[in-house]
């Protein structure tokens, strides 16, 4: 099992920056990615950025430019720092993890921490 444990969320005027952190336990040695998710009231959860374990990284659209995942192996963690926030960055954002499995793709997810951009 994977565990996840974000932290950084909360209230942020538009054009301003915050710095999520996700730490990740249990076992670690078979996750292919990690990253971030979102889902905002009425809306699917949608990928934010992920990471591989090789380094490559992936982001959305929505955020390319204002945001960057870094992910430290040594220490377990994978951030996301987002600049220039925009009401619309307004979701409970969520760490997650994957590996392959015997079965397919095996998803774990954090509990969520609530960003809010408002001025």
């Known amino acids: 099992q994977v565990q996840l444990v974000e932290s950084g969320g909360g209230l942020v005027q538009p054009g301003g920056s915050l710095r999520l952190s996700c730490a990740a336990s249990?076992?670690?040695?078979?996750?292919?990615?990690m990253g971030w998710y979102r889902q905002a009231p009425g809306k699917q959860r949608e990928l934010v950025a992920a990471t591989t374990s090789g380094g490559s990284t992936n982001y959305a659209d929505s955020v390319k430019g204002r945001s960057t995942i870094s992910r430290d192996n040594a220490k377990n963690t994978v951030d996301l720092q987002m600049n220039s926030l925009k009401p619309e960055d307004t979701a409970v954002y969520y760490c997650?993890?994957?590996?392959?499995?015997?079965?397919?793709?095996?998803?774990?997810w954090g509990q969520g921490t609530q960003v809010i951009v408002s001025s």
């Open positions: 997650n993890a994957w590996r392959w499995s015997a079965t397919g793709r095996r998803d774990y």
């Open positions: 249990g076992r670690l040695f078979s996750i292919t990615s």
